[in-house]
Nanobody
């Protein structure tokens, strides 16, 4: 089973930036679309961004050009660059591979992003 390890979160002020990383334990991840998701307290998990194995990206409307997803297949890693962060971006950010039936891998621990006003 592929393990996912997220890192890079932290506490930043409004308008700040962070770079999140998601490392997969197996190179099989390179064949799948990967996505970043977030869940704020009391809210459902929502998609932030996805990237296909061919590098095609998709973003949630609330991203509005502030975030950028990328991947490095040689390192089995997916990145999420967060710019112009706002307090409403505060959430636990996790990565996974979406599938028609849900998600392909077990969820990792995620990485907490907290934005202060």
């Amino acid at each position: 089973q592929v393990q996912l390890v997220e890192s890079g979160g932290g506490l930043v002020q409004s308008g700040g930036s962070l770079t999140l990383s998601c490392a997969a334990s197996s190179s099989i991840f390179r064949f799948y679309t990967m996505g970043w998701y977030r869940q704020a307290p009391g809210k459902q998990r929502e998609m932030v961004a996805t990237i296909t194995d061919g590098g095609i990206t998709d973003y949630a409307d609330f991203v509005k050009g502030r975030f950028a997803i990328s991947r490095d297949k040689s390192k089995n890693t997916v990145f999420l660059q967060l710019n112009r962060l706002q307090p409403e971006d505060t959430a636990l950010y996790s990565c996974n591979a979406p599938s028609p039936l849900g998600f392909r891998f077990n969820w990792g621990q995620g990485t907490q992003v907290t934005v202060s006003s």
